[in-house]
């Protein structure tokens, strides 16, 4: 993964294919990435009902080795990682000293000492150079491994029995949150059952050079089951309907996880001291006794859409904020996460609304997710 340029986006091993496929480009934390191939809701909709194929190769891939890879790994991360078996994966977040949250990750067991972390694109340097620093002291090594990993992502109903046709690694008995080594299409590739859609679905760390090869095997192979390429347009109403936080709106350094509602990532109960400790043990606890702005859903009555920023408001006072909102191809109405006062939180509250340019539309609150798939 190259960039010409030291200003210009970096680019991806996909690049000139999303292009001869007419993808809408945009920079988005600083790779220049597919938006879209045509209809942003077809897109979203394939993936519901059949399967949609990204690029997710802006994710930050930062590998950890050695004797004490898992001490590290405990003392930077807010999770117990000790209890990660191998082949398998945990959604956790590494916060700053206050209990701030700088980013949400994945973490996978690769062997015996070795750990894979998976960051945000806008938050992979800093979660680096975090792990670096709190690596002092521990037997272990923090390397950078961004230009190591393509990542495919294949997602929806459709994905096993396309994946099915190009493996034979046991897809049946990967479990969610599980990665295993394997071949598909012949490249070499970590297969793991994670994905950010709220679908069934594998995401693919392959070498950048086995990249396009792979696209290509798995768009000749889904073209039967209805697999179409998806950009990140569709991939952010898709994650939105499943309720699942995006760092920068629903997550930030302003947020411990107790106040996002994710106080079950933070595992007081692990072996030694983890960075954020004390500030994290105090939010818990002011969460327990008056709990702060509660994450929660809303559907519109009407038809104007609410963005990130906008005011929530009850009675004429404003009591919360949007932290995202789009239209929702699923619900046929527009949607958003916000967090809102706890008086106002529980699903159905009446009189609430979305300050919308002035004007207060109506807004019902509902539980998270909006989407949840049939197992």
């Not at 998976?118 to 961004?146: I, K």
Request: one cysteine or more; aromatic letters at 6%; hydrophobic letters at 40%.
């Amino acid at each position: 993964m190259s960039s010409t340029e030291p200003d210009r986006p970096r680019r991806t091993a996909l690049d000139a294919l999303h292009r001869s496929l007419g993808a809408t480009m945009t920079d988005f934390a600083g790779w220049d990435m597919p938006l879209r191939y045509g209809s942003e809701r077809d897109e979203h909709i394939a993936v519901r009902t059949k399967a949609g194929l990204f690029d997710l190769s802006h994710m930050g891939e930062i590998t950890v080795t050695g004797p004490q890879a898992v001490a590290l790994l405990n003392h930077a991360l807010v999770g117990n990682i000790a209890t990660v078996g191998l082949g398998r994966a945990r959604y956790t977040m590494i916060c700053q000293a206050d209990g701030g949250i700088l980013d949400d990750l994945i973490v996978y067991r690769l062997g015996e000492t070795e750990y894979l972390v998976v960051a945000n694109a806008s938050n992979a340097q800093v979660v680096l150079d975090a792990l670096t620093e709190r690596a002092a002291g521990f037997d272990a090594e923090v390397r950078d491994d961004r230009d190591s990993y393509a990542l495919l992502a294949v997602q929806g109903p459709e994905s096993a029995g396309i994946l099915k046709s190009l493996t034979d690694a046991d897809l049946e008995g990967l479990k969610y949150y599980a990665g295993l080594p394997g071949t598909v299409a012949g490249v070499p590739a970590l297969i793991a059952r994670t994905g950010y859609t709220g679908e069934d679905g594998f995401e693919l760390f392959v070498a950048p050079g086995d990249a396009e090869k792979l696209w290509q095997a798995l768009t000749e192979a889904g073209a039967d089951a209805g697999l179409v390429p998806c950009g990140l347009s569709c991939r952010d109403t898709l994650r939105l309907e499943a309720g699942m936080p995006l760092y920068g709106h629903e997550l930030s350094t302003s947020l411990t996880p107790f106040d996002a509602g994710l106080g079950r990532v933070v595992k007081f109960e692990k072996e030694g001291d983890f960075v954020g400790r004390e500030a994290l043990l105090a939010a818990a606890e002011r969460a327990a006794a008056e709990p702060p702005r509660v994450l929660v859903g809303l559907v519109a009555e009407g038809r104007r859409v609410p963005r990130a920023g906008y005011a929530v408001v009850a009675g004429g006072e404003v009591i919360g904020e949007v932290t995202s909102g789009a239209p929702s191809p699923t619900l046929g109405k527009p949607i958003a996460m916000a967090y809102v006062d706890a008086a106002h939180a529980a699903p159905g509250t009446a009189g609430v609304g979305v300050d919308i340019r002035g004007n207060h539309e109506p807004y019902e609150v509902v539980a998270l997710p909006f989407y949840k798939r049939q197992k």
